[in-house]
């Protein structure tokens, strides 16, 4: 049996990194996910931003990498979401001062 194949998602935008073990290599789908998201975000949203995951997943010839696909592409808006969360946590925990 396979002991799958290790992908990365380094930590982005204050947010922390994960791995991902696959049973086959799908690097090259996940990497690619992430960019697309984060070319996404980068370009002022430009277009609906299911649509853009869509069109670009389909592309991919099986399922295991549509999915890996779909996991770094979403991990990415997920991080940049979270970010923005944990900042208005973090800017709210402050202490005030006058």
Known sequence: MSKG????LPAHDGHPGMEIIWAADCRQAFN???RLAQSWLDNAKTGWLWA?????RDL???AIERRA???GFLSRI???ICSRHCNDQQIRDLP???
């Open 78 to 80: 997920h991080q940049r």
């Open 69 to 71: 696909f779909e996991v």
């Open 52 to 56: 853009t995951m869509i069109a670009e």
């Open 32 to 34: 690619q996910g992430v």
């Open 96 to 98: 005030l001062t006058l």
């Open 5 to 8: 194949v290790i992908t990365c």
């Open 60 to 62: 991919l010839p099986c």
